[in-house]
């Protein structure tokens, strides 16, 4: 069987995440618990002794720069970076630089659970989870899965919400069930696919 490889990474912590602000299209960086994260990501995927062809991530830095530590500590950083805004995190509109208990308080802790975990309801000017995926979905299987199919080792840095979405298509997990999953930080994600690109094996590279 060819190389058919991809990771998807979260990047690491940011400055927003320790706040507990929703950060959605903002650009904080990471935070000195956000580097580690994203250098044991890098070890993590080391021991697999992929040689990545692409990396894949996000208009935004932390996404970025969580993605470009992993390539040095794969030393593999001479390779493609392809930056899209198709893999950024779910815009969260007016709750953007909101702390998320001020947000409670604001609006109510019902209408803000509704807005953050349910599938197709959008904060004021934001984006759903369902928005999310008709960006995500369609610029993965255009741009991407062909190139897994043809035999490339491929490297995904984005955030929680992106990722949310393909592991949704990859994973064929209901509408009512990815709402629930929770990606951690700076955690790295396995594919193996077959020359037909169905998956044949899924691990978790952390604890």
């Known amino acids: 069987m060819k190389k058919r490889n991809l ?18 299209w903002k650009n904080p960086d990471l935070t000195d618990l956000g580097v580690d994260e994203a250098n044991n ?24 720069k969580t993605g470009s530590i992993i390539l040095d500590v794969l030393a593999q950083n001479n390779i493609a970076i392809t930056k899209n805004e198709a893999l950024n995190e779910r815009n969260y509109g007016s709750l953007a630089g909101l702390n998320k208990d001020d947000a409670r308080e604001k609006w109510g802790e019902e209408q803000v659970h509704v807005w953050r975990r349910s599938f197709d309801i959008p904060p004021p000017d934001g984006e759903s989870l369902k928005n999310t995926a008709e960006r995500v979905l369609p610029y993965f299987n255009q741009q991407i899965m062909p190139k897994i199919i043809d035999g490339n080792n491929i490297l995904i840095a984005a955030h929680g919400n992106s990722l949310r979405a393909l592991i949704m298509q990859l994973d064929d997990i209901s509408q009512e069930d990815i709402v629930k999953l929770e990606i951690p930080t700076g955690a790295p994600i396995h594919f193996l696919f077959d020359d037909n690109g169905s998956i044949v094996k ?3 590279l952390y604890e």
């Open 7 to 24: 990771i998807l990474v979260r990047h690491g912590q940011s400055e927003w995440n320790e706040k507990n602000l929703f950060t959605g």
């Open 41 to 64: 990501a890098g070890v993590l995927i080391k021991k697999t002794e992929i040689v990545f062809d692409e990396m894949f991530t996000s208009n935004l830095g932390r996404a970025q």
């Open 202 to 204: 899924k691990e978790n």
